[in-house]
């Protein structure tokens, strides 16, 4: 265990018992972060499947499934929300009549601003919102690792009235399975994520979807290279949440799409008049900025792919 995780573990001491809601990809992943780290308090899980509760059980995830919400965070310390952001509020309404006065109530959604604001109304200083910015095209306990938040980062959008407390145990609960912990305003986290997440996966969706719909779909599948390959990768992730992340963030994505949409218009003007200075100028900064951001691609690139 690094110095951050152990950091993380020592100050989780206090928290004798973590109510998991929702234990799929996320969830399950964070239950089998924890036990790896060596968090030696007790896991509660809640699925709405059955067989999904026992599959998290089985695979060590969680100690125990409860038959309801609000049996599973009766006698916790800290909760964690970890299903598509639109049900949040509700599922918050029905389990702040139950949760002990203590307890802190956090989450994993990827659009914060709403589920910051319902999650202050009920809890108060208690609510801590947090984003942990990993995961995988597949979805499900099947598919949780005990490594998705290694060395990643997880962003935690404290307001004026958090608890200091709350957000010492949340920023814990992250550092204990090895994530770098940021701290940022709700609202820019959702501008940023509408830029860095939400549209690439609504492109890549798009893409996919007009591949599906092309009338020699059979001969273009014949064509595909890395490149479509690695872009549309995420098109496999689960589209009902994506569903719910992008009408969550509506305004925010609305806005850089219409960003977007211009940055599209001037591509298609310096296609049409043949600028073929324009269009390498373009690709340059990106290609400068894709650079910038990761380094340049150690093998480089096939031309043709």
Same mark, same amino acid.
């Given at each position: 265990?690094?110095?951050?995780?152990?950091?993380?573990?020592?100050?989780?001491?206090?928290?004798?018992?973590?109510?998991?809601?929702?234990?799929?990809?996320?969830?399950?992943?964070?239950? $089998?972060?924890?036990?790896?780290?060596?968090? =030696?308090?007790? /896991?509660? !899980?809640?699925?709405?499947?059955?067989? +999904? @509760?026992? %599959?998290?059980?089985?695979?060590?995830?969680?100690?125990?499934?409860?038959?309801?919400?609000?049996?599973?965070?009766?006698?916790?310390?800290?909760?964690?929300?970890?299903?598509?952001?639109?049900?949040?509020?509700?599922?918050?309404?029905?389990?702040?009549?139950?949760?002990?006065?203590?307890?802190?109530?956090?989450?994993?959604?990827?659009?914060?601003?709403?589920?910051?604001?319902?999650?202050?109304? $009920?809890?108060?200083?208690?609510?801590?919102? =947090?984003?942990? /910015?990993? !995961?995988?095209?597949?979805?499900?306990? +099947? @598919?949780? %690792?005990?490594?998705?938040?290694?060395?990643?980062?997880?962003?935690?959008?404290?307001?004026?009235?958090?608890?200091?407390?709350?957000?010492?145990?949340?920023?814990?609960?992250?550092?204990?399975?090895?994530?770098?912990?940021?701290?940022?305003?709700?609202?820019?986290?959702?501008?940023?994520?509408?830029?860095?997440?939400?549209?690439?996966?609504?492109?890549?969706?798009?893409?996919?979807?007009?591949?599906?719909?092309?009338?020699?779909?059979?001969?273009?599948?014949?064509?595909? !290279?890395?490149?479509?390959?690695?872009?549309?990768?995420?098109?496999?992730?689960?589209?009902?949440?994506?569903?719910?992340?992008?009408?969550?963030?509506?305004?925010?994505?609305?806005?850089?799409?219409?960003?977007?949409?211009?940055?599209?218009?001037?591509?298609?003007?310096?296609?049409?008049?043949?600028?073929?200075?324009?269009?390498?100028?373009?690709?340059?900064?990106?290609?400068?900025?894709?650079?910038?951001?990761?380094?340049?691609?150690?093998?480089?690139?096939?031309?043709?792919?």
């Amino acid at each position: 265990m690094n110095a951050k995780a152990a950091s993380g573990a020592e100050a989780l001491a206090e928290v004798g018992t973590i109510a998991i809601l929702g234990v799929g990809l996320i969830g399950g992943s964070l239950g $089998l972060a924890l036990k790896a780290a060596g968090f =030696a308090g007790r /896991i509660i !899980g809640f699925n709405r499947r059955e067989s +999904e @509760a026992d %599959l998290a059980r089985a695979r060590g995830a969680v100690d125990a499934s409860a038959t309801s919400m609000q049996a599973a965070v009766e006698t916790a310390d800290l909760v964690i929300l970890c299903m598509g952001p639109g049900v949040m509020p509700s599922v918050m309404a029905q389990i702040a009549p139950v949760c002990p006065g203590h307890a802190v109530i956090s989450d994993v959604g990827s659009v914060k601003a709403g589920i910051v604001k319902a999650g202050e109304a $009920l809890f108060g200083g208690r609510f801590v919102g =947090a984003h942990p /910015i990993a !995961g995988r095209e597949q979805h499900g306990i +099947e @598919a949780a %690792l005990p490594a998705l938040f290694a060395d990643r980062s997880c962003v935690l959008t404290p307001s004026q009235g958090t608890e200091q407390r709350a957000l010492r145990i949340v920023r814990a609960l992250w550092q204990a399975v090895g994530s770098e912990v940021h701290e940022m305003d709700a609202g820019l986290h959702d501008q940023m994520l509408a830029l860095t997440s939400h549209l690439p996966h609504l492109l890549a969706y798009v893409l996919l979807d007009l591949v599906a719909g092309h009338p020699q779909q059979q001969q273009i599948a014949a064509l595909l !290279g890395g490149g479509f390959r690695d872009f549309s990768r995420i098109a496999s992730s689960d589209p009902v949440l994506w569903a719910d992340i992008s009408l969550q963030n509506r305004q925010a994505l609305l806005e850089i799409l219409a960003d977007y949409r211009q940055q599209l218009d001037s591509l298609a003007t310096a296609l049409a008049i043949e600028d073929g200075e324009a269009l390498q100028k373009r690709f340059s900064r990106g290609k400068m900025a894709r650079d910038a951001l990761f380094g340049p691609h150690p093998e480089g690139l096939k031309q043709n792919d």
